[in-house]
């Protein structure tokens, strides 16, 4: 089993900044990838970004590029999402997510463990 625990989010006004961070803990040895999505009230669960475990190749919505960034921290199981020129339309919970398996990184279905989600609000 895997645990994911994401923190970071909060409130911040149009165009300001805020990082998200996902401690994964436990059989991360068999992890391939590691992806954020988000959800808004009433809109489903939506990918956001997504890195390989080696770091090698990151994925992003084309809602996001140019202005989030992934990475991760090797040593501490750790994956970050910065988040720069924040929007309104950013405003969600934010899930931090693993898969142990190829393939299918933009899809819900396609991950195998999913952290408890943070709230971003972002305020016009």
């Known amino acids: 089993q895997v645990q994911l625990v994401e923190s970071g989010g909060g409130l911040v006004q149009a165009g300001g900044s805020l990082r998200l961070s996902c401690a994964a803990s436990?059989?991360?040895?068999?992890?391939?990838?590691m992806g954020w999505f988000r959800q808004a009230p009433g809109k489903e669960r939506e990918f956001v970004s997504a890195i390989s475990w080696s770091a090698t190749n990151t994925y992003y919505a084309d809602s996001v590029k140019g202005r989030f960034t992934i990475s991760r921290e090797n040593a501490k199981n750790t994956v970050h999402l910065q988040m720069n020129s924040l929007k309104p339309e950013d405003t969600a919970v934010y899930y931090c997510?693993?898969?142990?398996?190829?393939?299918?990184?933009?899809?819900?279905?396609?991950?195998?463990?999913w952290g408890q989600g943070t709230q971003v609000t972002v305020s016009s």
């Open positions: 997510a693993a898969k142990e398996g190829l393939g299918f990184l933009r899809s819900v279905d396609g991950y195998d463990y």
């Open positions: 436990g059989r991360t040895f068999n992890l391939h990838t």
